[in-house]
């Protein structure tokens, strides 16, 4: 019974190529971010949505699309994948967008571009 | 909007000895303070949380630490760490819609 779960875990693509992560939370929580975490275990936010509406979209190139088909689910579309790309990318949720409410992570996927 | 420092990128201790990962915050508005730790190859997980209250919490794990309010700061304490303490910490001050993280601190227990 996971809470927050994300897959796949492991992804190995040459550059160029396409790909889409998935993240599904049954915390029945109405925020959910994805996260960068480089090699140096920086943490950096990309996007987040509350209840279906993007509310932060940070300097990310757009060739990162996010997708929430409803509350439970975001997803993260990458197109025209480049070598900067290779990090582990963390999907997290919360309850509403308080400033008190702790975030609660997946595992992660590792995205290895070559 | 808020900023923060953790001042040790690394920590090496031995195990059973105390530690402390130092947490500075700069912020213009109050700020809710939380740790977060990252074990290898997993998602970070909530450690423990000052919203308001007293400003010594209790976390998991034997895990500590204190808001100091003049100071700017929330350490982390715990007495006697152990080899499966090793791994990463964050503090995450926030007083703003986007929740953001310290750089962390590694913490190595050595035997």
């Known amino acids: 019974d996971t809470a927050v779960s994300q897959t796949p875990k492991y992804l190995v693509t040459q550059m160029g190529n396409d790909k889409s992560i998935k993240c599904e939370q049954n915390?029945?929580?109405?925020?959910m971010y994805w996260y960068k975490q480089d090699s140096k275990k920086f943490l950096k936010i990309m996007f987040s949505?509350?209840?279906?509406?993007?509310?932060i979209n940070e300097t990310v190139p757009n060739r990162f699309s996010p997708k929430s088909p409803d509350k439970a689910h975001l997803n993260l579309h990458i197109n025209s994948l480049e070598l900067g790309d290779s990090a582990v990318y963390f999907c997290?949720?919360?309850?509403?967008?308080?400033?008190?409410?702790?975030?609660?992570f997946g595992n992660g996927t590792r995205l290895t571009v070559t | 909007a808020q900023s923060v420092t953790q001042l040790d990128s690394q920590v090496p201790v031995f195990e059973e000895a105390p530690v402390e990962l130092r947490c500075n915050y700069s912020?213009?508005?109050?700020?809710?303070l939380f740790w977060y730790v990252q074990y290898p190859n997993q998602g970070l997980q909530l450690l423990l949380k000052?919203?308001?209250?007293?400003?010594l919490v209790k976390g998991i794990n034997g895990f500590e630490a204190e808001f100091n309010k003049s100071q700017t700061s929330f350490h982390l304490r715990k007495p006697s760490v152990h080899i499966s303490d090793t791994a990463e910490y964050f503090c995450?001050?926030?007083?703003?819609?986007?929740?953001?993280f310290g750089r962390g601190t590694s913490l190595i227990v050595h035997p």
């Open positions: 915390l029945g929580h109405d925020t």
């Open positions: 912020s213009s508005v109050s700020v809710y």
């Open positions: 995450a001050p926030r007083g703003s819609y986007i929740p953001t």
């Open positions: 000052y919203l308001s209250g007293s400003t």
């Open positions: 949505y509350n209840n279906k509406e993007l509310i």
């Open positions: 997290a949720s919360s309850q509403g967008n308080r400033y008190n409410s702790p975030l609660h």
